[in-house]
């Protein structure tokens, strides 16, 4: 199982890359958790699929071209760590930005029950049971 859930996670970067935020929607649980970390702009936990959705939407308006994708997928059982970059150009500076940080996707069977974002790779492995 662990191995389609990395596939499961790869196939929704894959169109982050190209800027689908629709993509992987199909994969959360009705109630799963969206959690920013602090240091991440609009911090916080974010409940269910349209909580997640509303997150969304207030994160996509800030841009003008938004894409996220990973640059390495880790297999930890029940969770897919992802070190991911961003890159996107600002709506109101029209700036080119790019910002490396971490996913830690947690799966209950097929279905995703959290994801939750690091600034730190140590921070997203111990999250997912896992070390350096």
């Known amino acids: 199982m662990s191995k389609e859930r990395v596939e499961a996670v790869r196939g929704v970067y894959a169109e ?3 800027g689908n935020f629709q993509a992987g929607v199909d994969l959360y649980d009705p109630l799963a958790l ?3 970390g602090s240091g991440f702009p609009e911090s916080g936990t974010y409940i269910g699929i349209e909580g997640i959705a509303e997150y969304m939407r207030t994160f996509l308006e800030a841009w003008t071209k938004v894409t ?11 969770s897919v760590v992802a070190s991911v970059i961003q890159r996107g150009i600002g709506q109101g500076s029209g700036a ?3 910002f490396r940080y971490f996913h ?3 799966f209950r069977g097929p279905r995703v029950i959290r994801l939750e974002n ?3 790779r140590a921070e997203a492995l111990q999250a997912a049971g896992l070390s350096e």
Do not use: C, M, N, P
């Open 16 to 18: 982050w890359g190209k």
């Open 118 to 120: 690091f600034r730190e």
């Open 68 to 78: 996220i994708e990973a640059d390495e997928l880790l297999d930890a059982g029940d």
């Open 96 to 98: 080119s930005t790019e």
């Open 104 to 106: 830690v996707w947690s």
């Open 34 to 36: 969206l959690v920013q």
